[in-house]
């Protein structure tokens, strides 16, 4: 190909290009035209915290931006989150009283049970309510399941308990139930509990994939929480993608309705795995050390927050998630790009 020579006398195509993806980057409407992933608001879930026996909100330190609410201003953020379109809350609830035995997770009237029946009978049409399934709230260790003698999670009296508050938090209202303690079989347990109990038609989101992270650090604060030792026994390895496929394909065969990867953000490579593996919906959970982050490098104007948000968010979509539980639900509900 001879290359033409317009009269200015520089060569119009050197190089003979035929080829020239910049060709769709020129404009604002050429790039919205050939976008591939888009976040809309009905797919991200606001996870939100409720503290028993306080009158004010509490800021959480290490995420700027998050409180713990109570029972009022809980109601009021729920309203938020629906009247921005976000598709989902996930509730934590922070008892007064912590025991070995999380105790407070199966009481009908604790911080959680009551916060699920205010937002569902207030917002419970416009998004799907949902709680997590984990005693690490109520315990005072700070363990996802009740210790055994050796101080290990006992995998099969922990069951129990999360068959139990399942069937709790789906008579308080619960529209998904999502148990995040990484024990051997938990789907299957809590889908037999709840069917028992008459909720065969709650549905189960398995936090599936869920490591062994230094990212969920906030998160303890948020839920006042002193782990003692970590959680090696029953959270993956995050060298392991392979456990990821095994764990998801076990939850999948109990019986989950969806499944979940978490943290999020240095495992895109597993989400992207696991939606070649299973067809049920994949979520994926930003977690409070992802976005503290985001948070604290934007504070000090390393980054731009609001691009650096949704560049985010719009990854996660693009590894596979179809729902991403994040912090920055209602806010963003509004702010991503049409
Ligand atoms: C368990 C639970 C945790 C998170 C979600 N569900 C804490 C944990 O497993 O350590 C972490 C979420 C986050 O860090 O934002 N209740």
Redesign the pocket.
């Known amino acids: 190909m001879t290359p033409h020579t317009p009269s200015t006398g520089r060569p119009a195509n050197p190089l003979g290009l035929v080829h020239r993806p910049r060709r769709l980057r020129r404009s604002p409407a050429m790039r919205r035209l050939v976008v591939e992933t888009r976040v809309h608001a009905h797919n991200l879930v606001q996870?939100l915290f409720v503290r028993e026996g306080i009158s004010a909100p509490q800021q959480v330190n290490s995420m700027p931006g998050v409180v713990q609410h109570t029972r009022d201003s809980l109601r009021k953020a729920a309203h938020e989150a629906a009247a921005a379109g976000v598709g989902g809350l996930m509730l934590?609830g922070i008892p007064e009283e912590k025991d070995a035995l999380g105790t407070g997770a199966l009481d009908p009237d604790g911080i959680l049970q009551q916060a699920v029946r205010d937002v569902v009978s207030e917002v419970g049409d416009a998004l799907v309510v949902m709680t997590?399934v984990?005693l690490?709230?109520y315990t005072d260790h700070g363990h996802?399941g009740v210790l055994d003698a050796s101080g290990d999670v006992d995998n099969d009296a922990s069951l129990v308990k999360f068959g139990e508050m399942a069937v709790v938090q789906a008579q308080a209202g619960s529209q998904l139930v999502a148990p995040?303690?990484m024990m051997d079989g938990q789907i299957g347990y809590m889908r037999s509990a709840l069917d028992a109990a008459g909720f065969p038609h709650i549905p189960i989101m398995g936090?599936s994939a869920?490591y062994a992270s230094s990212?969920?650090?906030?998160?303890?604060e948020?839920?006042n929480s002193s782990?003692k030792g970590n959680?090696k026994t029953y959270?993956q390895n995050p060298g392991n993608a392979r456990e990821s496929l095994h764990e998801v394909a076990l939850d999948a065969a109990e019986g989950a309705d969806m499944v979940m990867v978490?943290?999020i953000t240095t495992y895109l490579d597993v989400v992207s795995a696991i939606t070649e593996l299973v067809n049920v919906p994949v979520a994926a959970?930003h977690?409070?050390?992802e976005?503290a982050m985001v948070e604290a490098a934007a504070a000090r104007g390393w980054i731009d927050r609001e691009s650096a948000v949704v560049e985010t968010l719009t990854s996660i979509r693009r590894a596979g998630a179809s729902i991403i539980l994040t912090?920055w639900a209602t806010e963003f509900a509004t702010k991503l790009p049409a």
Not at 215 to 220: E, I, L, N, Q, T
């Open positions: 996870p934590f997590d984990n690490d709230e996802s995040s303690g936090y869920k990212f969920y650090g906030p998160f303890r948020a839920v782990l959680r959270q978490k943290p959970y977690v409070s050390g976005y912090y």
